[in-house]
């Protein structure tokens, strides 16, 4: 017999033929779904790849620079690198953005530009240096990172001030084990290159790989200011 009618409110019941076809989604709205799905899984892997090769060219620049000045080069590129790939990306891909700094770090021992067995330690207290910023800004400034707000900059700033003692500290001790005669006033020179590097590296390395992968829409004013 006769279906019954369906109940006030419902929406109505798909007819055999063409109302069930036009029901699903077209061919082409499969295939643009599943081409976001494949891009959006393809980021991580592209984005650790960029972390390795930005945090290799800051360090052997870092060194370069060190080489060329004759003293502690007050400006440390690298962990900025790290930090920008953490505000930008979820917590659970953190990981693979550390182990890709330290790995494109610890890369430089291999290219000739005085490497030894402290490039490794001090990768590590890179990462860890951004891990922490990284923490603290999650913690009291959540949500998506920008620096639209006095007190956005203000926990952005804080944070890097506050985390660049940590790798200060590891490769200040790492390069005195070795046999380098340093001062306080060196390790003092290593906190300031890491806080000049986050606070400048990290806003506009994250303004780039936001406006490239959809993340945010940022204006070129916006980008060039940060």
Do not use: C
């Not at 920008?84 to 550390?98: G, I, S």
């Not at 707000?149 to 005195?176: D, H, I, K, N, Y």
């Amino acid at each position: 017999g006769p279906s019954p009618p369906p109940p006030s409110g419902a929406p109505p019941r798909p007819r055999a033929g063409g109302d069930v076809a036009a029901a699903l989604p077209s061919e082409i709205e499969v295939g643009q779904m599943t081409g976001s799905t494949s891009r959006n899984s393809a980021i991580p892997a592209m984005a650790a790849v960029l972390v390795a090769a930005g945090t290799y060219a800051g360090f052997r620049g870092g060194i370069w620079l060190d080489f060329q000045i004759g003293d502690a080069w007050p400006f440390w590129l690298s962990t900025g690198v790290t930090l920008a790939a953490l505000l930008w990306r979820p917590t659970k891909e953190w990981p693979l953005y550390l182990a890709a700094a330290v790995i494109g770090e610890s890369l430089v021992i291999y290219t000739g530009v005085d490497g030894n067995w402290t490039t490794p330690v001090i990768a590590v207290g890179n990462a860890a240096e951004a891990l922490v910023a990284g923490a603290i800004i999650r913690r009291f400034s959540p949500g998506k990172f920008s620096l639209q707000s006095v007190r956005r900059v203000a926990v952005f700033v804080g944070a890097s001030v506050v985390s660049a003692p940590v790798a200060a500290t590891v490769a200040f001790v790492a390069l005195e084990t070795y046999g380098y005669e340093f001062s306080g006033i060196d390790w003092v020179k290593f906190w300031v290159g890491d806080v000049l590097g986050l606070i400048t590296v990290s806003p506009g390395l994250f303004g780039l790989a936001a406006t490239a992968w959809g993340y945010a829409h940022i204006r070129g004013r916006r980008l060039v200011e940060a």
